[in-house]
Nanobody, 115 residues
Framework: QVKLVQSGGGLVQPGESLTLSCAPS????????TEWYRQAPGKQRELVAT???????TYIDAVKGRFTASRGSAKNTVLLQMNSLKSDDTAVYYC?????????WGQGTQVTVSA
């Protein structure tokens, strides 16, 4: 069964950057949309950014100007570049990708921003 594999999380200091990656574990139909979510401790999962196959993106206000979603060089791979990270960005980040057969979740990756 194909899954989405995430990488790139870690521990950084405020103001630093991280890039998350999300890629399928095997061959799948092309994804037409990918959503990035995050869930902080004690909070509900929230949608952070989206990217369409056209390259069009949307962001929540809290990350606008700091986060950039993009398509990776490998097929069906998407990236989330996170700059100027703040302690409020600390969360487990998930990707969710959609194709004609449904959707797939990533396993989640921890991002911790702390001095």
């Amino acid at each position: 069964q194909v899954k989405l594999v995430q990488s790139g999380g870690g521990l950084v200091q405020p103001g630093e950057s991280l890039t998350l990656s999300c890629a399928p574990s095997g061959n799948v139909l092309n994804f037409y949309r990918t959503e990035w979510y995050r869930q902080a401790p004690g909070k509900q999962r929230e949608l952070v950014a989206t990217i369409e196959s056209s390259g069009a993106t949307t962001y929540i206000d809290a990350v606008k100007g700091r986060f950039t979603a993009s398509r990776g060089s490998a097929k069906n791979t998407v990236l989330l570049q996170m700059n100027s990270l703040k302690s409020d960005d600390t969360a487990v980040y998930y990707c969710k990708s959609f194709n004609a057969r449904g959707y797939y979740w990533g396993q989640g990756t921890q991002v911790t921003v702390s001095a």
